[in-house]
C-alpha cells in the first residue's frame, strides 16, 4: 500500500536516512510477490532523477543518494535484516551470525542500515512537522501511529491507520469483525488472543504487533489454524541453524498426527516443548516467533487439540508392526507372537515394568515379550 500509494513518502525517507548516516546508495527490497510493482516504481524514481530530486546533487544541496530496486524470489526469512542484505548481495537468504552488526558491518561490509517502509514513510512527515508532533499521538511508551493489516473473517478487510493504544475491540470493530474467537498480532508469528483479551490494547507495552492482525470467527477449526501455522514455518524455515530447521519439521509431523486423529496427550506435551526449546535456542528471529502463536492456541484452545487426540496414551505415529518386517524375516519367524497387536497394552506394560514410561519405545518392547513367548 505504501509502495502503490505513497511512493515519494518511502523515497524521502530514504533520502533523510541516506543523509542522516552518509549514506549515498539505498536499495528497496521488493519481495518477489510485487513483482507487478517493478515498472511502475522504476519509472517513478527516473522521475524523481530528472525532477532533481534523486541521484547527484539533490536540490542543488550538494548532497548525492540515489535507489536501486532490488528483486528478492519471495523468502519469508528475507525480511529479516541480516538474511536481507545476504540476498542483496546475490546469496541465499541466510541470516548472519551477530556481532557484527549490519551497522557496522552490513551490505559488502559497508555500514547499513535496513528499515522497513513504514518507518521510512514515518521518517519523512516528522522531518515536516516535527518529533513533538508525532510524539503527541499513541502512548507515552510508544509514541505515533500503526499501519494494521487486518484479514480473515472481517467485512472489510483492509490496511488501517490507528494511534497506538487502539484496543484489539477497536479494530475488530472498523474492520467489521462478528463472532470473532481469535486474533493473531503479528501474523502467524505473533500472540494469538482470545475474545476475553479484546480489551487490550496494541502498542509496545501490551500487543506488540508487526502490523498483520489475523482474524478468525468461531466457525473456524483453531486446531487447523494451528496445523497451517506449522506447515508454513516448516516451509519458510531456512535451515540455518537446528532448533529451527528441526523443531518446524517436527512441530508440522505433530500437528499431522493429531489430525490424523493418532495424537495423545504426550504429543501435545511436545509440541509446548518443542515452543520452549525453538524460543531459547533459534538463530534468528523467524525461528523465537514460530510457535508462539500456535503455543498460544494450544492453550487457550485445548479443547479443538484434545478433540483429535486418539487416546490418553501414547500413540506412535507410523505402523510399527510393518517396521518390524525386516527383523522378522532376518530371525526367520511369523508367528502371532512376533507381530504387534495392540501396542497400547506393550506400552502400558512397559511403563509398568522396570523400564520406567517415556523412555521406552513400543519398538522395543514387544519384540522382547515376543521372544520370551517363545519355549
Ligand atoms: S531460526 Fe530458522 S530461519 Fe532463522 S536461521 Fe535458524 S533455521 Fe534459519
Not at 519481495?31 to 530528472?50: C, F, N, P, S, V
Not at 518390524?324 to 532376518?330: D, E, I, P, V
Request: charged share 20%; net charge negative; proline share 5%.
Amino acid at each position: 500500500m505504501l509502495l502503490n500509494s505513497y511512493f515519494d513518502l518511502v523515497v524521502d525517507g530514504m533520502c533523510i536516512a541516506g543523509m542522516a548516516i552518509g549514506a549515498n546508495k539505498g536499495f528497496i527490497y521488493l519481495r518477489g510477490e510485487y513483482r507487478y510493482l517493478l515498472d511502475r516504481l522504476e519509472t517513478r524514481l527516473a522521475q524523481r532523477r530528472e525532477q532533481g530530486l534523486l541521484g547527484r546533487n539533490i536540490l542543488g544541496r550538494g548532497f548525492t543518494f540515489d535507489i536501486e530496486i532490488h528483486l528478492g524470489a519471495g523468502a519469508y526469512i528475507c525480511g529479516e535484516e541480516s538474511a536481507l542484505i545476504e540476498s542483496l548481495e546475490g546469496k541465499p537468504g541466510k541470516p548472519r551470525i551477530r556481532p557484527p552488526f549490519p551497522v557496522t558491518n552490513g551490505y559488502r561490509g559497508q555500514p547499513t542500515t535496513v528499515n522497513n517502509v513504514e518507518t521510512l514513510a514515518l521518517a519523512a512527515l516528522i522531518a515536516v512537522r516535527g518529533g513533538e508532533w508525532f510524539r503527541a499521538i499513541g502512548t507515552p511508551a510508544s509514541t505515533g501511529t500503526k499501519l494494521l493489516s487486518v484479514s480473515g473473517d472481517v467485512e472489510r478487510p483492509g490496511i488501517y491507520e490507528f494511534p497506538f493504544g487502539v484496543t484489539v475491540a477497536e479494530v475488530l470493530e472498523a474492520a467489521g469483525a462478528r463472532d470473532t474467537q481469535a486474533m493473531t498480532s503479528a501474523g502467524a508469528a505473533g500472540h494469538c488472543l482470545s475474545a476475553d483479551e479484546f480489551g487490550r490494547r496494541i502498542a509496545f507495552e501490551d500487543v506488540a504487533t508487526g502490523g498483520s492482525i489475523m482474524v478468525f470467527d468461531t466457525s473456524r477449526d483453531m486446531f487447523e489454524v494451528a496445523r497451517n501455522f506449522a506447515h508454513f514455518f516448516a516451509h519458510e524455515s531456512c535451515g540455518f541453524c537446528t532448533p529451527c530447521r528441526v523443531g518446524t519439521a517436527v512441530n508440522a509431523r505433530l500437528v499431522d498426527k493429531l489430525a490424523a486423529n493418532r495424537g495423545s496427550p504426550y504429543d501435545l506435551d511436545e509440541m509446548a516443548k518443542m515452543h520452549r526449546l525453538m524460543q531459547g535456542a533459534s538463530h534468528c528471529g523467524l525461528g523465537n516467533t514460530a510457535t508462539i502463536a500456535i503455543d498460544d492456541m494450544l492453550a487457550k484452545f485445548r479443547p479443538a487439540f484434545e478433540r483429535r487426540l486418539m487416546s490418553a496414551e501414547y500413540e506412535p505415529a507410523f505402523d510399527l508392526d510393518a517396521a518390524l518386517t525386516k527383523a522378522r524375516q532376518m530371525t526367520g519367524r511369523d508367528d502371532p507372537g512376533a507381530h504387534l497387536g495392540d501396542n497400547r497394552s506393550a506400552l502400558a506394560e512397559a511403563r509398568a515394568g522396570v523400564h520406567g514410561a517415556a523412555a521406552v519405545s513400543p519398538a522395543t518392547v514387544r519384540p522382547a515379550q515376543a521372544k520370551d513367548a517363545q519355549p
